[in-house]
């Protein structure tokens, strides 16, 4: 599985934004997606999990109530609408797939894509 994320920029403190990740591959529909963010000097923490059903999904709780993950499988595309952004939401924005368990964790996912950067600032 390949993926491709988009849709990162530059926004203001409260503004949105929608980051698209593009899956390649017959087998997208069976992969739990993920979010994940990395910020500058920082770890790479969990944002969003969504599973292949997509009625299981998953939010940190420094995120809960402003983002919201969803999925397309006809378009093998994962989407993780950002509401409401702070300026510590600045980030690098990688998407995952995985088939495992730990969804929470990096090693829950087998594949990741490139990272898009989110810049909250005014």
């Known amino acids: 599985v390949q993926l491709q994320a988009s849709g990162g920029g530059l926004v203001q403190p409260g503004g949105s934004l929608r980051l698209s990740c593009a899956a390649s591959?017959?087998?997208?529909?069976?992969?739990?997606m993920g979010w994940f963010r990395q910020a500058p000097g920082k770890r790479r923490e969990f944002v969003a999990l969504i599973g292949w059903r997509s009625s299981s999904t998953g939010y940190a709780d420094s995120v809960k109530g402003r983002v919201t993950i969803s999925r397309d499988n006809a378009k093998n595309t994962v989407y993780l609408q950002m509401n409401s952004l702070k300026p510590e939401d600045t980030a690098v924005y990688y998407c995952?797939?995985?088939?495992?368990?730990?969804?929470?964790?990096?090693?829950?996912?087998?594949?990741w894509g490139q990272g898009t950067l989110v810049t909250v600032s005014s």
């Open positions: 591959g017959r087998t997208f529909s069976s992969y739990t």
């Open positions: 995952a797939a995985g088939s495992g368990s730990d969804y929470h964790l990096e090693r829950g996912y087998e594949y």
